[in-house]
Every structure is written in C-alpha cells, then in structure tokens.
C-alpha cells in the first residue's frame, strides 16, 4: 500500500473551514516511540519504524515507512500491523539490536471527505499542522491523488508555501539541534 | 522473562501417562514461519525470530528468543506479543532487511501441571516429541525449575538420554543438509 500525503505548517487556525467541508470523525492523542536499526542509520535512508500508543486506548500499532518517493509529498510505502503489547514489542526490537530515538506526542482530530483523511494535529512543542492523506495500491494513481489532495488544501486556503515534507520527528531532531 | 524448558524425543506413546497426571487444555496446529537479520546470522548467534499462526483462528504472535542460557536445558529470554496481522508484520520485517527461512507445522496438544505447561508435538517430518516449560521472572529460580522439570518426564518414563537441545528449526535444517 502507498501512502500519499501532503503536510502543511498552519500559519492561522483553518477549523472552521475543515468543519464546514469534511466530516468529522474523532480526536484522539498519539504518542509515537521512533527507533532506528543497528544495519543502517533509517534517519539517512528516510525510513521510520514507528511504535503507535494512543492516550485512553489499549490500540497499538507498529509502523514502517519507506523513503519519500516523491519530491513535493510525503508519499511514501507503508506496512503497519497491530500489536498486543507494546512493551513486549520494543523488547523484541532492543533484543534485535533496534535502538529508541525519540517520541513524538500530539493531539490529532480526524476529519473525512470521501477516500481523504484530514488530520489537523497539534504536535507538543512544534505547533499545529494539517495532513491530508489517502491510500493507493499502485504508483499508476499518484500524481492525480496529489493534485486533489492539493486542490482540497487550496479550499481551506493553504497553498504551497507552507507545506512541509520532513517528518515531525525531523523537525523535532532539527529543533533539538538547533 | 525466562522461559525454563526441556524437549524430549518420544521413543513410544507417553499420552496415556499425561492424560493420568496433567489436565488437557487444548489442541492446536501451529504454523512458524522462522527469520534471519540482516546483520547478524540468527542461527550463529543461537537466537530465533518466529511468526506463529494457527489452523482456525486468528491469533498470530511475533516472538524473539534469545541464546539458551544451560548447557542441559532450552532455557531462553523469550519475549512476544500478539500481532494483529502476520502478513504486514512479515511485510515490516523485508522491509528492514530481515528474511523468511523456513516454516515448521506441528500439531500440540498442550497439558498444564501446576506451573508447568506440557506440549506433546506432532512435527511434521520430524516426529513426536514432549516439552516441558515454565516461566520464571529472574535467574535464581532457574536450577530449581530445571530440576522439576526433569522429575517431571521421569514420572513419564522419560529420562535424559531423550532429552533434545536443538530447536525443531535446527533439527530441520539439518535433515534438510543431509
């Protein structure tokens, strides 16, 4: 499965915008443990491998994202599964020489038009931020699914200057850094 | 947590003796799908990383076991979880590198005894075998349980000259090599 999304920097609240043009489907908080491989460093390979717990939730889901196929999105391969225990997850992953890096914790409302997921998230210490997304099987679909995905940013008055392709834990790395 | 367990090859039918001691929990068929890293030979190493699904159900679990630890016994770190599904787990794997080596199926009819977990195996290929397992949460309880163990497949007319170290995977590949 292809994950094609596109992620803009919001400049001024967009909410009652979204409200008006999406239905909503839930809030929800996300905490997000990153880790990195002991064969290659996946921060330069523009991996993520990802463990997902939810605040007021036993879901937990582990993630893996392959590298950004494409230079304006953050389209990129996906796998996920769900996993029973979290802990005993990032056990296996220490045990096979996988190392934590960092987590990430944000409050996410989820919005829906048709096959689009609309995510305005507000991500602890680096501000508010909307993802839209959705999910194709083949490479035959990504330019059009990214041109709606541009033209629904266009309706909630958000244009190309405030996207922003690096992931929230590259942004946080950067901003650690800085 | 360490998994304290012994295996023995089953020269003739010991079910009759089981039934008399332990109480039948259930049967099931297991289906192991075994990996190897990238970046260090998991059968060198003596650890193992194991999908496990079942004929009939749903559950599917992801375990790591470390070295064994006794130069008599199986005894192991072991740690799992539930996954929600084994192909994207299988998925997430390939993707970091990791790779399919060999599947065992076997046919367990499990058994309990206190603490204890009895597992009469059918392998397919390999034969009929018994294990005896507990768990234990640290090192200083390891003997002890080794012992019970041992008095355990006495009173089934077992004794250590049927004891087998290899796991079904190196007994596998093994026959599969000669």
């Given at each position: 499965?292809?994950?094609?999304?596109?992620?803009?920097?919001?400049?001024?609240?967009?909410?009652?915008?979204?409200?008006?043009?999406?239905?909503?489907?839930?809030?929800?908080?996300?905490?997000?443990?990153?880790?990195?491989?002991?064969?290659?460093?996946?921060?330069?390979?523009?991996?993520?491998?990802?463990?997902?717990?939810?605040?007021?939730?036993?879901?937990?889901?582990?993630?893996?994202?392959?590298?950004?196929?494409?230079?304006?999105?953050?389209?990129?391969?996906?796998?996920?599964?769900?996993?029973?225990?979290?802990?005993?997850?990032?056990?296996?992953?220490?045990?096979?020489?996988?190392?934590?890096?960092?987590?990430?914790?944000?409050?996410?409302?989820?919005?829906?038009?048709?096959?689009?997921?609309?995510?305005?998230?507000?991500?602890?210490?680096?501000?508010?931020?909307?993802?839209?997304?959705?999910?194709?099987?083949?490479?035959?679909d990504l330019d059009a699914e990214r041109e709606e995905?541009?033209?629904?940013?266009?309706?909630?008055?958000?244009?190309?200057?405030?996207?922003?392709?690096?992931?929230?834990?590259?942004?946080?790395?950067?901003?650690?850094?800085?």
């Amino acid at each position: 499965m292809i994950e094609v999304e596109i992620k803009a920097y919001l400049k001024e609240d967009v909410e009652d915008k979204i409200e008006k043009e999406a239905e909503f489907i839930r809030k929800e908080i996300q905490i997000d443990k990153y880790f990195n491989a002991p064969h290659r460093d996946l921060s330069l390979t523009d991996e993520a491998l990802r463990i997902r717990t939810y605040e007021n939730s036993d879901l937990s889901v582990l993630t893996y994202k392959g590298a950004k196929i494409d230079p304006l999105s953050k389209t990129r391969v996906e796998c996920e599964t769900e996993i029973g225990d979290p802990e005993k997850m990032e056990n296996i992953l220490e045990k096979l020489g996988f190392f934590y890096v960092f987590t990430i914790k944000k409050e996410r409302k989820i919005y829906k038009i048709e096959n689009y997921w609309i995510s305005h998230d507000n991500v602890y210490e680096l501000g508010h931020f909307l993802e839209i997304e959705t999910k194709v099987s083949g490479e035959q679909d990504l330019d059009a699914e990214r041109e709606e995905i541009i033209k629904l940013f266009r309706k909630f008055g958000i244009d190309e200057s405030s996207f922003e392709r690096k992931s929230y834990l590259e942004l946080f790395l950067e901003k650690v850094k800085n």
